[in-house]
C-alpha cells in the first residue's frame, strides 16, 4: 500500500486556517454564485444552434499532429473579425491562454509588470518564464511608472504590462488609457485579459479594449469563453506574427489535445448569441445600481461589473455569513484567504440578467440582518 501521510500536514495547516476546500454539487438556490453572467447556460441558449449529431466530440490530437481542421480555422478567423483583431488563435482554456503567452513570449532579460491582483493563470504563467517580473499596487498607475523607470533594458529586451480588463474579485475595471499611455511612454508592449469583460462591456460585448477604442495599442488579448459567453476555451488575438510564435513555442497549445468540432461549434454558437443579448445587458447594469446603492451594513468594493465583493474580514466570519445566506436559499460562496488577503475575505456576490429585482432586493435584506 503506497504512503501518502506525507499530504496531511499542508492539509491540516488549511483546515487550521479554515480554509479547507471541498467540492459541491449545484442545487436550487437562487444563483449568486455563478460566472454565467448573461444566462446562457441556465437557459441552455447555444444547444438548439449547433448540430450535435454532425460533430465530432474528439480532435484525436493537438492541433500540429491530428487535431486541426477546417471549422476551428473557420471560427478563429470569425473572432478575429468581431473583435478587431489581425488573428485569433483557441487555446483550451483561459489558463492554458494565458500560461502559453507569458511562459513563452516574454524572454530571458526582459521585463513583465503586472496587476497585483492578476489571476493566478497570469502568475504561473509569468512563474515558468525566464522574464524579470515585478508587481505593482492594484490599478496605481503612479506605482507601475516608478517600476516602470527603474527598468534598465538593452535595446534587444522588452518590456511587457500585464493587467485584466475586469478583476476577478474586485469587479473593477483597470485604468486601461493610462496603461496604454505608459505603454507608449516606455515603449513596453501590453498584454490584457478580458476573461470577465466578454459578452458584458461593450454595444455587443466586445470587451473594454474595444469599448474604448483601444483594440490597435494593445500587443496581445485573451478572450475566455467560460464565462458570459456559456462554454468553454479561449482565444489569444494578436498579429500574425504573434500568433505564429504561439503555435511555435507556446507549450500550453503545442502538447494540448485540441478542442474537438462540438466545442467549437459551441463557441461559434455563443458568438452568434451574446452580442444581441443588449436587453440582458441592460437589465445587469440596472440591478448592480441598485446594489451598489443599497446600504447593507457591510463594506462594498465599488464595482460596475456583475461581480460585487461584500468585505467580511476573517474566513470564519465570511464562511458563517455565507452559510447564513446559503440557508435563505441563496447561493453565495465565501472568498478566503490565502485566495485573497488576509483581511479582504468576502462574499463573492455574482449578479446576472436572470436575477430579479426582487431576489436582489431578498438579498439586500438578508445582508442588513
Given amino acids: 500500500m503506497y504512503n501518502d501521510h506525507f499530504l496531511n500536514k499542508k492539509l491540516e495547516e488549511r483546515k487550521q486556517q479554515n480554509a479547507f476546500r471541498q467540492l459541491r454539487l449545484p442545487d436550487a438556490k437562487i444563483d449568486f454564485c455563478s460566472n454565467d453572467y448573461l444566462g446562457i447556460v441556465k437557459n441552455n441558449l447555444l444547444a438548439p444552434l449547433i448540430n450535435g449529431d454532425q460533430l465530432k466530440t474528439g480532435s484525436t490530437g493537438s492541433r500540429l499532429l491530428a487535431g486541426n481542421y477546417a471549422l476551428i480555422e473557420q471560427v478563429e478567423n470569425e473572432i478575429a473579425a468581431f473583435h478587431q483583431s489581425q488573428t485569433a488563435l483557441i487555446f483550451n482554456s483561459g489558463f492554458d491562454a494565458n ?59 522588452n518590456i ?77 488575438l494578436g498579429s500574425l506574427q504573434l500568433r505564429d510564435y504561439l503555435i511555435n513555442f507556446a507549450r500550453s497549445f503545442i502538447y494540448s489535445t485540441a478542442l ?15 452580442p444581441f443579448m443588449i436587453n440582458q445587458r441592460k437589465h445587469l447594469q440596472e440591478i448592480i445600481s441598485m446594489f451598489q446603492s443599497a446600504d447593507i451594513g457591510y463594506q462594498k468594493l465599488t464595482s460596475q461589473t456583475p461581480v460585487q465583493g461584500v468585505i467580511v474580514p476573517g474566513n470564519d466570519e465570511a464562511k458563517k455569513l455565507a452559510k447564513r445566506l446559503q440557508e435563505s436559499n441563496l447561493d453565495i460562496r465565501p472568498i478566503l484567504y490565502p485566495t485573497v488577503a488576509k483581511g479582504a475575505e468576502r462574499l463573492r456576490i455574482v449578479l446576472h440578467a436572470f436575477n430579479t429585482k426582487g431576489e436582489l432586493q431578498l438579498l439586500i435584506d438578508e445582508l442588513k440582518q
Fill in 160 to 236: 511587457f504590462i500585464v493587467s485584466e480588463t475586469v478583476f476577478s474579485m474586485d469587479g473593477d475595471f483597470c485604468t486601461l488609457k493610462q496603461l496604454v499611455a505608459l505603454s507608449k511612454k516606455y515603449h513596453a508592449h501590453l498584454i490584457i485579459d478580458e476573461a470577465h469583460a466578454t459578452g458584458i462591456i461593450g454595444e455587443k460585448g466586445e470587451g473594454l479594449v474595444q469599448y474604448l477604442h483601444l483594440q490597435h495599442e494593445i500587443f496581445c488579448r485573451i478572450h475566455t469563453f467560460g464565462k458570459a459567453c456559456g462554454c468553454h476555451g479561449a482565444a489569444v
Fill in 260 to 274: 474537438p468540432e462540438h466545442d467549437v461549434a459551441v463557441i461559434r454558437a455563443s458568438y452568434q448569441t451574446f
Fill in 99 to 157: 500560461l502559453g503567452v507569458l511562459s513563452s513570449v516574454p524572454q530571458r532579460g526582459d521585463t513583465i509588470i503586472y496587476d497585483s491582483l492578476c489571476h493566478a493563470s497570469i502568475r504561473d504563467g509569468i512563474r515558468l518564464s525566464a522574464a524579470n517580473s515585478f508587481s505593482f499596487a492594484h490599478n496605481d498607475v503612479d506605482d507601475l511608472e516608478k517600476k516602470l523607470r527603474h527598468v534598465a533594458v538593452a535595446a534587444d529586451k
